[in-house]
């Protein structure tokens, strides 16, 4: 659906974050006279309020009723479609749209291709993976944007002059069904991984997984590039796209640090500043998808040596004390937990882990914790003690174990763990941060200053936007 075709039919906003903003301006600036429903918590009415905007109606939380009598509601990506007034709605005839939709719509060419678009996923690893596409796109000298769920809203960057020559998208699992929503292919897709994640949001792991693929399985790319150690995509059916495998011997993979094209070593990782052996195997994809994209993806490799490490992702915040303060608060299952562990084995380690509890398994991190344990484990948050309980069995000779009440004190535990030795403090949570922070940003800066460091410093994402 282009803004256009919203002329004359009933809309509504449903969000009020910065993708509400983002639609709301997308729509306003080429629809001016269109009136606009906004359906938003109490706390936030009074700034959209304050637009003075005589066409915009602002109005709290909405039930099905409300939302049924609109045409078209355009949702946040956190709000669920899976919630009973967003099926009761749509049931009755409202169409549910996100905000990238919209973009989608605007940039397909006649053929309903997004060209020169590459749009990423995965349940770790896709920010770094976006960014990380992006930052060798340009060092090629190409003219790139990069967008989307990374910290920048598509819609922000509707229409801009000069087009870049190549787009690098994000999509979280809230967004990547807006592909095929919109009636439109992506030039390339790449899918990372898939682990079990946001289940609050998506309802069941099944749905989950089906939502994340939907990328590739409904959006139809004409490239797909997948990780063919991910055992969700391994089997994989896409008749309508072209499959590129990453991470299997006749592709782009890892041997030790080493980036091989099929048999030809193309470049060694190990003093390269991507954070963990996920991000160094994840290369391998963006450089797939640079060859699938017709450029010389060899040429470009080296270039991985200026890439600036995202924050809040293994994020190295510094040393004090013989003490190396580590922030990877976006880690939100206990898969990323043991991976950002992987990436200090053989160190002394006190690691943070909970958050909001939506119900994630963590047996398979207990059982680990049987095998590589770190020196201490700190649990926090709402899922802190099922977290903790689970532990415990474990624990006796082979790692110290503490529940805290909060970060402060998990942080005061941690340096008390590795006192005078030194070591790793870890902050990697396996869990959202809802509740106690209003996003895992907001974490990661309590982190730092809790280490001592400036939060100011840590909490820019390098290389957003167009370059």
Not at 97 to 109: E, N
Not at 155 to 182: F, H, I, K, N
Not at 188 to 213: C, M, T
Request: charged share 15%.
């Amino acid at each position: 659906m282009l803004i256009s075709q919203l002329e004359g039919r009933s809309v509504a906003l449903w969000g009020w974050g910065r993708e509400g903003h983002a639609a709301y301006a997308a729509i306003r600036a080429r629809l001016p006279q269109q009136p606009l429903t906004l359906f938003c918590p109490a706390g936030q009415a009074d700034s959209a309020r304050a637009l003075g905007d005589a066409l915009l109606d602002v109005q709290g939380e909405p039930d099905a009723a409300a939302l049924s009598a609109f045409q078209v509601v355009i949702k946040s990506p956190g709000i669920s479609p899976y919630r009973p007034e967003a099926v009761a709605a749509v049931a009755a005839g409202t169409e549910l749209i996100g905000g990238s939709s919209l973009w989608f719509a605007a940039h397909a060419d006649a053929a309903g291709v997004l060209a020169n678009t590459v749009c990423v996923t995965g349940t770790k690893g896709k920010s770094t993976t976006t960014a990380l596409l992006a930052h060798l796109l340009r060092s090629g000298g190409h003219r790139t944007g990069l967008a989307g769920n990374i910290g920048l809203p598509l819609l922000e960057v509707l229409d801009p002059q000069p087009a870049p020559a190549y787009w690098a998208v994000e999509l979280s699992s809230y967004q990547t069904g807006e592909v095929a929503r919109a009636g439109v292919r992506p030039a390339l897709a790449i899918v990372l991984n898939i682990f079990p994640e946001h289940l609050d949001w998506h309802g069941s792991e099944q749905r989950y997984i089906d939502d994340k693929l939907a990328l590739v399985t409904a959006g139809h790319p004409c490239i797909a590039v997948l990780n063919a150690a991910d055992r969700h995509l391994q089997g994989l059916q896409l008749p309508h796209s072209q499959v590129v495998w990453f991470n299997q011997p006749e592709g782009w993979h890892m041997v030790g640090s080493v980036v091989y094209r099929g048999q030809q070593p193309v470049f060694d990782t190990a003093t390269s500043p991507l954070p963990g052996a996920h991000n160094r195997g994840n290369l391998c994809a963006v450089l797939a998808a640079i060859e699938a994209m017709g450029l010389d993806a060899v040429a470009m490799a080296p270039a991985v040596q200026s890439f600036q490490p995202l924050p809040n992702r293994l994020q190295w915040l510094g040393q004090r004390d013989g003490v190396a303060w580590v922030n990877d608060s976006i880690s939100t299952t206990p898969h990323a937990s043991l991976a950002a562990l992987e990436c200090f084995a053989g160190q002394r380690i006190a690691l943070l882990v909970g958050g909001h509890d939506r119900g994630l398994d963590w047996h398979d991190f207990a059982c680990q914790m049987q095998r590589q344990p770190p020196l201490e484990i700190i649990t926090m948050g709402a899922n802190g003690p099922r977290i903790h309980a689970l532990l415990q069995p474990v624990a006796e000779g082979r790692f110290g174990l503490h529940a805290a009440s909060d970060l402060a004190q998990a942080v005061d535990l941690a340096r008390q763990a590795l006192g005078r030795q030194g070591g790793v403090v870890l902050l990697s949570p396996g869990a959202p941060s809802f509740g106690a922070y209003p996003d895992y940003v907001a974490r990661g800066r309590h982190f730092a200053e809790l280490a001592g460091f400036d939060p100011a410093r840590i909490s820019q994402i390098p290389g957003l936007g167009i370059r």
